[in-house]
C-alpha cells in the first residue's frame, strides 16, 4: 500500500525555521534577552494552580480581549487573539484569501507572509522594495491597481531589514487598497510610531502584534490584531474552538499588568541598538537603520556565509541571510544583553580582520 500524495504545491514549499544549535551567544531569532519580570510570574503560577482544568477555556477570550483592548483604547470587538501572531496571519489568509485571490507582499520581507498565503491556496505576487528597503509607493500602485490583492501585507518594522515605513506611506496605503491591508507590527514596540491609531470599523486595516518580543514570552506563543469589528468576527468564524487555552489567556492577561516594565525593557533595547549600530559602524560592514530589536548588515570584504561560520565557530548565533533574494550577502543580527552585544561585536572583529 502506498500513501496518498499530498497537494502537489506543498511540495513546492519549505517549512520556516531558524538555525537551533548549542551555542554561548543566540542573536539569530528576535527574541527578548531577558526573562519576563518576576513578578509577572509570581503571579502567574499561583493563579495558575486555580484554573478549572477540566473545564474548556473561554472560547471568546474575553478577559484577555479586554485587557488587550484597554492597553491600546479599542473595545475588545475589535481584538483577535491567536497562538502567536503566525496563526492571526493565517487566520486573515483563510477568511480573505483562497483560490481566486491575492495577497501582495512587497521584499525582502517576512517570510510567512508569502509562505502562509500560498498554504491556504492564495496567489502571491512579489514585488521589490526600493534599495533602502522602503516601499516604492509608485510600485505599490501599481501592485494594487494590476493585482487587485484582497490582502497587501506591510511589514514596519520590516523583518528582516528593520526599516520602519513613514506614516504617510502606510496610510497611502491603506487609502488606496481594493482589500484588505495588515500592517504587521511584530516589533511595533521599538519604533516611534504604530498604525493602530488608524483601526476604525471603516477602515480596511488589521494591526498585528505579538508577546513574543517585548514581553518576553516567546516560549508562550500569543499574538493579537487589532482590527475593525466586522473583521474580527469574521477571523473568529475560521478559528478553531477553543483554539487559545486557558492558560495562555491567564499569561496574556496578567502580562499587560507588567507594560511599566515592558516600555522600561524597550527602552534599554533600543539603546543598546544604538550602541550595537555604533559599534558595527566602526566595522567593515554595511548597516542599514533599524526600529526593531535587530540590526541587519553585509560584511565589505567577506561572504555573509564564510562571517556566519566564523562567529559560530566563536559561538555565537546570528541569522544567514546572505542568501535570500534582495540580502545578498547580509546576516541580521539580534539586539541581546550588553554583555551579548560586546561578545557579539568581539568576534565579529575577529572574523572580518
Not at 504617510?168 to 521599538?190: K, N
Not at 487589532?226 to 469574521?234: C, D, E
Amino acid at each position: 500500500m502506498a500513501l496518498p500524495a499530498p497537494r502537489a504545491d506543498l511540495g513546492l514549499r519549505e517549512g520556516y525555521h531558524s538555525s537551533q544549535v548549542d551555542v554561548e551567544v543566540r542573536l539569530n531569532t528576535n527574541e527578548s534577552p531577558y526573562p519576563p519580570p518576576a513578578a509577572w510570574l509570581a503571579e502567574y503560577t499561583e493563579v495558575l494552580g486555580r484554573l478549572d482544568w477540566h473545564r474548556y477555556p473561554d472560547r471568546s477570550a474575553t478577559a484577555l480581549r479586554e485587557a488587550i483592548g484597554a492597553l491600546h483604547g479599542v473595545p475588545a470587538d475589535r481584538v483577535f487573539v491567536a497562538n502567536g501572531s503566525n496563526e492571526v496571519l493565517q487566520s486573515v489568509c483563510l477568511a480573505y484569501g483562497g483560490p481566486g485571490r491575492t495577497v501582495a507582499t512587497f521584499e525582502p520581507t517576512y517570510a510567512l507572509h508569502a509562505h502562509i498565503a500560498h498554504l491556504t491556496g492564495t496567489a502571491v505576487r512579489e514585488a521589490p522594495r526600493r534599495d533602502d528597503y522602503s516601499l516604492d509607493l509608485s510600485v505599490v500602485a501599481d501592485v494594487l491597481a494590476g493585482e487587485s490583492p484582497a490582502i497587501t501585507f506591510v511589514c514596519s518594522p520590516n523583518n528582516p531589514t528593520g526599516t520602519a515605513e513613514d506614516p504617510s506611506a502606510v496610510r497611502a496605503v491603506v487609502d488606496t487598497a481594493p482589500g484588505l491591508v495588515v500592517v504587521d507590527e511584530a516589533y511595533g514596540q521599538f519604533a516611534d510610531w504604530s498604525a493602530v491609531d488608524l483601526v476604525a470599523d471603516d477602515v480596511p486595516l488589521v494591526v498585528t502584534r505579538t508577546f513574543s518580543k517585548t514581553w518576553s514570552l516567546a516560549g508562550l506563543r500569543l499574538g493579537y490584531a487589532i482590527a475593525p469589528a466586522p473583521v474580527v468576527a469574521m477571523l473568529e468564524r475560521v478559528a478553531l474552538p477553543y483554539h487559545v487555552d486557558a492558560a495562555k489567556q491567564l499569561a496574556g492577561r496578567l502580562a499587560v499588568k507588567y507594560t511599566d516594565e515592558m516600555t522600561q525593557r524597550v527602552a534599554a533595547l533600543v539603546r543598546d541598538r544604538q550602541r550595537l549600530a555604533a559599534a558595527l559602524a566602526g566595522l567593515p560592514v554595511t548597516t542599514w537603520p533599524s526600529q526593531a530589536n535587530f540590526l541587519l548588515f553585509r560584511p565589505h570584504h567577506h561572504s555573509g556565509g564564510e562571517v556566519w561560520k566564523g562567529l559560530l565557530e566563536r559561538s555565537v548565533l546570528v541569522r544567514d541571510t546572505s542568501s535570500w533574494p534582495g540580502l545578498e550577502g547580509c546576516l541580521r543580527v539580534t539586539v541581546g544583553t550588553p554583555e551579548e552585544n560586546d561578545r557579539f561585536v568581539a568576534a565579529l572583529t575577529e572574523v572580518l580582520a
